[in-house]
C-alpha cells in the first residue's frame, strides 16, 4: 500500500523504482532544501569570486592625506554601524563595531569605544575654510549608507590617523554595503 512502482528504459537495460510514502517525503524535503538554499549558495559563490577594489582616485579628494599612513591599500571588513556624523569638511564619519576585533588599536579602544572609524569623503557641504578645494571637481557617486544597527561590509584604505592618536580608520571608503548575518 501506498507504493508506485515505475519503469524506465535505457538500452537493453531496465530500471525499477520503488517509491514509497517515506521516500516521497525524503524526495519532497530535499528538494525543498536544496531550492531554498540555491539563492544564498548562487549569492555567496558571487561574493567569494569577487575581489574588492579600491577606487584610487578618491585619494585626490582627501583633505591632508600626509597625515593618514596607509598600512594597506584595499581592505574589506565587516560590522555594525554604531553611529553616523556629518563632519564639516565634508566627510561622513561612520563607527563601525568591526567584527575582526584585530583592524582596531589601542587609540580606537581608548579614544572610539572600540570602533573602527570609516571616512564616506565629500559626501556634504564644506564649512571648514583650512579643508580647501579637497571636495572641488568630486564627480564621484554619493556613498549610500545603511542606517545605524546595520551589519555592513566596508571596502576602503586602511590607515592610522597620525592626527587623531593613530587609531584605524578605513579612509576613503569606496563601497559600503548591508550584508544579511547567517547565525
Known amino acids: ?10 538500452g537493453n537495460m531496465r530500471f525499477q523504482f520503488i517509491l514509497n510514502n517515506y ?34 582616485s578618491l585619494w585626490q579628494h582627501v583633505f591632508l592625506p600626509t597625515r593618514l599612513h596607509i598600512v ?9 554601524i554604531k553611529g553616523i556624523h556629518v563632519e564639516n569638511d565634508g566627510d561622513t564619519h561612520i ?7 584585530s583592524v582596531i ?29 579637497a571636495c572641488n571637481n568630486f564627480n564621484h557617486p554619493l556613498i549610500s549608507i545603511p542606517p545605524v544597527g546595520s551589519h555592513v561590509t566596508v571596502t576602503g584604505t586602511y590607515v592610522l590617523d597620525t592626527r587623531n592618536n593613530d587609531w584605524a580608520e578605513i579612509h576613503p571608503i569606496t563601497s559600503i554595503a548591508p550584508t544579511m548575518v547567517i547565525r
Open 1 to 10: 500500500m501506498g507504493q508506485v512502482y515505475t519503469e524506465q528504459k535505457r
Open 23 to 56: 521516500t516521497k517525503v525524503w524526495l519532497t524535503v530535499s528538494i525543498i532544501i536544496i531550492t531554498s538554499l540555491l539563492p544564498l549558495l548562487c549569492t555567496l559563490i558571487t561574493y567569494a569570486s569577487t575581489t574588492p577594489t579600491c577606487d584610487k
Open 72 to 80: 594597506s591599500p584595499c581592505i574589506t571588513t565587516t560590522g555594525i
Open 95 to 101: 563607527r563601525l563595531l568591526p567584527d575582526n576585533s
Open 105 to 133: 588599536n589601542h587609540a580606537n579602544t581608548k579614544f572610539e569605544n572600540v570602533d573602527l572609524v570609516l571616512e564616506a569623503i565629500c559626501q556634504n557641504p564644506v564649512s571648514r575654510p583650512e579643508v580647501g578645494a
